[in-house]
């Protein structure tokens, strides 16, 4: 079909929920997409962050097409093979916890909440909803991680929302400690925020929510939906600091381009789900298992966590070098290769149709800041372009 055709039919017949770009992919390898007139690009956001083995890696390919080619659904009233050597994979990662797969970042934030909810109320023999979140954070769009998110703007036209949320400026201990309540069962934190702007919690925000929540007994969730598995230069962006959580989430890169989410918390939290208390249909299926078992294997064995640390040094280097001086550039920031250009106006929109028209793909995170998430496997050359076409289309 024509890049017109496609349109068309989208117009006519999805919901018109994105604010799309004019262009309809056709084929990906690596960093690089095609296309329907066979125009090459350069992919640096991956998906939003989800690519990070890049497109259609053969290993990932290969283990999609044997395990749908054998066994692609049969529900969670069964064990599956993928699914239980997957749990015991990211339980191996981390050290510590047990695992309930979901399909999206947003299920595996529902099903962190309701298992704070059911372990803390257990433990003080009252009900315990509280949920303290960040400003400026993202945390899904179903009705309670939209209530979870810290976007006041993204709430309106939905409220009235859940209301057992409160949010509190980031990095402020001070906030964070007069928020955090008997009524508290968890503090929900991105360790960087992404969808924010690519915004740090400092190490002392980390140690100072820690040390509330256990002297208070709620959970500490980091969503790492966005961070985890390597973007920030190392396994689970909370690794840069000398902290954990009780329960972190997992999306996005973990099913290299399929649908699946993770839940992993640790083994005494875990237990107070008992049969029924949460489940799904799809989730945790054999085929994203298997994609996911896959990307696992492709990040170690290509060295994609070191290779995230060295090359986001490099690319933000490049940014710095590249743009500095320029009157629309305020700050180049990055953790890994989670990178954003901030800008001095509330022109990101305009940035990124630029870079577009230039054959760069980057996003508009913010209005005012343009965010990178390339393909962990990105070369040295393709960000050297990436710099050279960002400059051009910010005009330094
Ligand atoms: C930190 C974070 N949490 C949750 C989500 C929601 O994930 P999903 O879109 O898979 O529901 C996102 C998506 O951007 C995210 O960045």
């Not at 140690?207 to 959970?219: F, H, M, S, T, Y």
């Not at 629309?328 to 106006?345: H, I, K, Q, S, Y």
């Not at 990101?348 to 760069?360: F, G, P």
Request: glycine letters at 10%; hydrophobic letters at 45%.
């Amino acid at each position: 079909m024509t890049f017109d055709e496609i349109r068309r039919l989208d117009q006519a017949y999805h919901m018109s929920t994105y604010g799309r770009q004019q262009v309809a992919f056709v084929r990906g390898d690596g960093a690089i997409l095609w296309d329907t007139d066979g125009k090459e690009y350069l992919d640096f956001l991956g998906g939003i962050a989800v690519m990070s083995v890049g497109h259609s890696h053969p290993r990932v390919v290969e283990a999609v097409r044997a395990q749908a080619g054998t066994l692609t659904h049969v529900s969670n009233l069964f064990y599956t093979e993928p699914q239980a050597r997957l749990a015991q994979r990211l339980h191996d990662l981390l050290g510590w916890g047990k695992v309930f797969f979901a399909n999206s970042g947003a299920e595996a934030n529902e099903c962190a909440m309701k298992l704070a909810r059911k372990w803390a109320t257990a433990a003080r023999g009252e009900p315990c909803a509280g949920v303290v979140a960040a400003m400026g954070s993202f945390h899904g769009r179903t009705l309670s991680t939209l209530a979870a998110t810290g976007q006041p703007h993204k709430h309106e036209a939905f409220r009235p929302l859940p209301d057992w949320f409160t949010h509190v400026p980031l990095n402020d201990e001070v906030a964070l400690d007069a928020a955090v309540t008997d009524a508290t069962c968890a503090v929900l934190l991105e360790p960087v925020q992404g969808e924010g702007g690519v915004r740090e919690a400092s190490a002392e925000y980390l140690r100072v929510a820690r040390k509330i929540c256990d002297e208070r007994g709620a959970l500490l969730i980091f969503d790492e939906v966005q961070t985890g598995l390597g973007r920030t230069g190392r396994w689970f962006a909370f690794q840069h600091h000398d902290i954990a959580p009780d329960v972190i989430t997992l999306a996005k890169a973990l099913g290299g381009g399929l649908p699946i989410g993770a839940c992993i918390a640790r083994d005494d939290v875990a237990a107070a789900f008992e049969p029924g208390d949460h489940a799904t249909t799809f989730g945790g299926g054999p085929v994203p298992c298997a994609a996911a078992l896959a990307v696992l294997d492709v990040i170690e064995e290509e060295g994609l966590v070191e290779r995230s640390r060295a090359m986001g040094a490099y690319l933000v280097e490049r940014l710095r070098a590249a743009l500095a001086g320029g009157a629309l550039v305020a700050e180049v920031r990055g953790v890994g290769l989670l990178v954003a250009v901030e800008l001095t106006e509330q022109r990101s929109a305009d940035v990124v149709r630029a870079c577009l028209e230039r054959r760069l793909i980057v996003n508009n995170v913010t209005p005012s800041a343009v965010r990178l998430a390339p393909p962990l496997v990105v070369s040295r050359e393709q960000i050297d372009h990436a710099v050279e076409i960002l400059a051009e289309a910010i005009g330094t």
